[in-house]
């Protein structure tokens, strides 16, 4: 199942911040977030595992809920660097990560302007 | 250095014709999976494989087949059932064991233009 990514696309000025969310009708084993630039392959940013989790990466973190159905990507005092597209990918919780499948969303276009 | 690399970057065929896009990897990973990515549709899961001669389908494996001979491997064809061929083609690896969860690695990917 598809999750749902939003906004759909966000414009920024340089040093702004944005939100980007993923969610999930069903609990989630595990989400992956990527960064894709125009015409390169997708890049790892990072993994969250744990409900409740929260990870960094340097100006870049993400949350996990609780409830393990929602993950949220936060960028702070964006860079020009930043702009592409950013995908999550989710393992369901029935999946007990045993089949290293992910679904990804539609993706979120970023463009940070100076 | 260690990657993966997909061949060629951009392929052309006629209509009705079958295609093969080749993805190698030589980073020692034993899961290999295939993604076509459309504009709007985020990147889609065709095939993936887990082990040398053993693979799934994904979520849009209808007119693609794959092989899965060599750990460092994972071809893809593209067969003239596919209704819609045109789009861009990724090839991906990673680890895998439960204790090495992590990232998937991306090739730089296949344009295919079906004329």
């Known amino acids: 199942q598809q999750p749902v990514q939003s906004p759909q696309a966000v414009i920024l000025r340089e040093g702004e911040d944005a939100v980007i969310n993923c969610s999930s009708s069903?609990?989630?084993?595990?989400v992956h977030w990527y960064r894709q630039k125009h015409g390169e392959a997708p890049v790892f940013l990072m993994i969250?595992?744990?409900?409740?989790e929260q990870k960094g990466h340097e100006k870049i973190s993400a949350s996990f809920n609780e409830k393990k159905q929602q993950s949220s990507l936060y960028l702070t005092a964006s860079q020009l660097s930043y702009s592409g597209t950013y995908f999550c990918?989710?393992?369901?919780?029935?999946?007990?990560?045993?089949?290293?499948?992910?679904?990804f969303g539609k993706g979120t276009l970023l463009t940070v302007n100076p | 250095d260690g990657g993966i690399t997909q061949s060629p970057k951009y392929l052309f065929r006629k209509e009705g014709q079958n295609v093969t896009l080749s993805c190698e990897q030589n980073?020692?990973?034993?899961?290999m999976y295939w993604y076509r990515q459309d504009p709007g549709q985020g990147l889609r899961l065709i095939y993936y494989?887990?082990?040398?001669?053993?693979?799934q389908k994904g979520d849009i494996a209808e007119g693609y087949s794959v092989s899965r001979e060599k750990k460092e491997s994972f071809p893809l064809t593209v067969t003239s059932a596919q209704k819609n061929p045109t789009a861009f083609y990724l090839c991906?690896?990673?680890?895998?064991?439960?204790?090495?969860?992590?990232?998937?690695?991306f090739g730089p990917g296949t344009r295919l233009t079906v004329l």
């Open positions: 969250l595992l744990k409900g409740g």
């Open positions: 980073l020692n990973h034993d899961a």
């Open positions: 990918g989710t393992e369901p919780l029935t999946s007990g990560g045993s089949n290293y499948k992910l679904t």
């Open positions: 991906a690896s990673s680890r895998r064991g439960p204790a090495l969860r992590g990232e998937q690695f």
């Open positions: 069903k609990a989630l084993y595990s």
């Open positions: 494989s887990q082990i040398v001669n053993d693979f």
